[in-house]
C-alpha cells in the first residue's frame, strides 16, 4: 500500500511541474417601508477594503452588489433587500422584483456593481435594462455589460430602488423626454451629472433600436451641449489653495466625460489640457495596483485553481524630472488547491509573488490621461501533495513573468485579460489613485 502511495506522489509531482509551466504564461430618497420585504442581507462594508453582498430572489435570480475599496468614506453597514413584489414604476413589462439597497441615498466616492445572474437567458438584452427608479413616473437606466444572456453588470453611485424591464418604445420616448427636461446640476456634483449623463446615453441607444433617429440624434446633439457647458462652467470655478484631492479627481472625471461625448478637437480640450498640466504640477501623485488573478489550468485530468491577490503601492513623479516615472514594489498571495484527485489525496500552492512596478504616466492624443503599467512578477512558494497521510513539500519556482498593461487613470479603473494556456479565469488590475501636495 505505501509502495502504490509513493507511486501516486510521483505521478502527481510530474503533473505539478506540467501546470506550473502553464501558469507563467444623497440622492432623491424613494420610500422605505412600503413593500414587504423576500430576503434580506447586511454587511458592515470598510473603506480600506470595500466588499460584497449576495441575495437570491424567488424566482431563483442572483442579485450581488460589489462596492470596491474607498467607495464608502466611513465604515458602513449596508443592507441589500429584495422586495416581494415590484415598486411603481414607469414600466409595463418588469423582469425583476425591486432590489432595495440601503442607507437610502448614501453616495459613493466611485460607482459600486450591481450584478444579476437570470435563472433563465434573456432573449432580447438590448432591449433589456437595469434602471433607478427616481420616483413612480421616472426611472434611469444603468450603464451595462452583457456578459452572456443571464448575467449582466451596471454601475450605480448611489444606495436606493433598483429594477429590471423592457421598456416599450412609447415608454423609452416618454422617459427620455423627461429626463432631458430634468437636467439642473451644481459642478461640484459629478456623481449626478455623471448619472444623467449615462441614462441619456442609455434612451438615446434604445430610441435608435426602435428607429427613432431623429429623436435620439436630437437629444445626441442636446447632450453634447449640455456636457460642453457643464464642463466650461467647471473650468470657470476657481482652483482651490489645495487643488491636489477632491478638485483634482473631479477635473479627470469631468475630462474623461467630455473625450466620451464630445469632439476632442473642440477647443475645450485644450482648456482640459492646460488646467490639468497646470494642477499636476503642484501635486505628488500616489496609489495602489489592485491584483485579482483568478485562474484554472488542467493537465491529465486533474485541475489546479489559483488565486493571487493582493495591493501593491507606488508612486508618480510629478514634480521633478523625469515627469511621469512610475515606481512601487510589494508583496502578492498565491494560493493554489487541486480537485480531480483519487480519494484520500490533497493537493495545495501557498506562495508570494514579488512585484515591481515600473512605467510612466501619459496623456494620448486626445488629451486623456492613462497609467502604463511595467509589471515585473517573481514567485515562490511550496508544493504540498498528501495521499493517504504520506506526502511531500516542495519548492516551485515558476518562470518571471512581465505585464504591460494601460489603465485610465482615474479611481476604480479596471482592467482584465484572459489567461493563455488557462482552462478559465483572468488577470485582473484595479486602479486606486490619490494626490497630495
Known sequence: MKQLTVNHLFYFLLLIILILFLSSCKEESNPVDNNSVFSSTTKTITTATGGTLEITDKNANRIKLIIPPLAV?????????????????????????????????????????????????????????????KSIDEALPLKLVWFDNKTVRGEIYHFSDYGGAKPTKDETISQSNKLRNNYNFDVWDFARFNQYVVAMLEWIWHLDLYGEEGLSEQLRNELNQVVLNQCNNFLDQQIPDDPCGFYLNT???????????????????????????NVLNR???????????????SAEGVEICRTITGFIPFTVNTTVEPHGQINGSGDLDWNGTGTGLPPN??????????????????????NVLWMDFEIHEHASGTVTVMCDGIGTVNPFNPPDVTHNIRILAQEGSELIMPIPGASSGHFKWILHITFSR
Open 345 to 366: 489525496c490533497f493537493y495545495t500552492e501557498v506562495g508570494t509573488v514579488n512585484v515591481t512596478l515600473g512605467g510612466n504616466m501619459v496623456v494620448d492624443e486626445y
Open 73 to 133: 468614506r466611513d465604515t458602513t453597514k449596508i443592507t441589500l433587500e429584495i422586495l416581494n413584489s415590484v415598486e411603481p414604476n414607469p414600466f409595463s413589462q418588469n423582469i425583476l422584483s425591486t432590489i432595495r439597497i440601503l442607507p437610502d441615498g448614501l453616495q459613493l466616492d466611485s460607482a459600486a456593481t450591481l450584478q444579476i445572474n437570470f435563472s433563465s437567458e434573456i432573449s432580447d438584452t438590448d432591449y433589456t435594462i437595469l434602471y433607478y427608479l
Open 251 to 277: 477635473l479627470f472625471k469631468y475630462h474623461t466625460l467630455f473625450c466620451t461625448i464630445c469632439d476632442p478637437e473642440d477647443p475645450l480640450g485644450f482648456r482640459f489640457n492646460d488646467r490639468i498640466n
Open 283 to 297: 501635486c505628488y501623485t500616489r496609489g495602489e495596483l489592485e491584483f485579482a488573478y483568478d485562474f484554472c489550468a
